[in-house]
């Protein structure tokens, strides 16, 4: 079956510093989100990527879609305290089944 | 306007029994779909329903069911629990459930199962 994995599973960084998740299926996608979730909440959803190559910025937040559509990133920039959490990346399986990451867990050190 | 909206919150139950999980969706939409979140891992997909019908089933096994009623609520039944099924149970809603849906997720409700 369809497999996500994300990497790195754990990072601490200094407040300041760059932070990058990377997602990698075993398939080809048609399109890929990036949801958060802060903890004890709910995942929350960031953005939605769909062609081959795109990137698209959130403020700080930099997602790219790869060229061959089977991987995606998700780049912060200057982390802050705020950024805490852990972030998913989602794809759907082409029937109606939602196939999350297992999560990067992002912890910043003020 | 509300957001997607579970009961309960917390839920304490032992072992063989039963529970029903419930959820709202955001007003005008169609779908909602359930998710399992273990401790520590990602949501795992158990089902999305669409205007009423099963549309999408993850690897759960029969102890699981579910089911929405005309006004697009839902409701998640699991029987003969057992401790694994402890978890955070979400529910996400989306206008129509298509794959480049956006999935609005509720607070969740956490099952403990002793």
């Not at chain 1, 399986?93 to 999560?103: A, E, L, R, V």
């Not at chain 2, 999305?48 to 039944?77: C, H, I, T, V, W």
């Amino acid at each position: 079956g369809q497999q996500v994995m994300q990497i790195p599973q754990y990072q601490h960084v200094q407040e300041g510093e760059d932070f990058t998740t990377y997602c990698n299926s075993s398939t080809t996608l048609s399109n890929i989100q990036w949801y958060k979730q802060r903890p004890g909440g709910h995942p929350v959803f960031l953005i939605q990527l769909v062609k081959s190559g795109e990137v698209k910025k959130q403020k700080r937040l930099t997602f790219q879609f790869g060229e061959a559509k089977k991987n995606s990133s998700l780049h912060i920039t200057a982390t802050q305290t705020t950024d805490v959490g852990t972030y998913f990346c989602a794809l759907n399986s082409g029937t109606y089944k939602y196939i999350f990451g297992t999560g990067t867990r992002l912890k910043v050190l003020a | 306007d509300a957001g997607v909206t579970q009961s309960p919150t917390h839920l304490i139950k032992t072992r063989g029994q039963h529970v029903t999980l419930r959820c709202s969706p955001i007003s005008g939409h169609k779908s909602v779909s359930w998710y399992q979140q273990v401790l520590g891992q990602g949501p795992q997909f158990i089902f999305q329903y669409y205007e009423k019908e099963e549309r999408g089933r993850g690897n759960f096994p029969d102890r699981f069911s579910a089911r929405q009623f005309p006004n697009y609520s839902s409701e998640l039944n699991v029987n003969a629990l057992l401790l694994g099924d402890s978890a955070l149970y979400l529910c996400a809603s989306s206008s129509s459930g298509d794959s480049t849906d956006t999935q609005y997720f509720g607070p969740g409700t956490r099952l403990t199962v002793l």
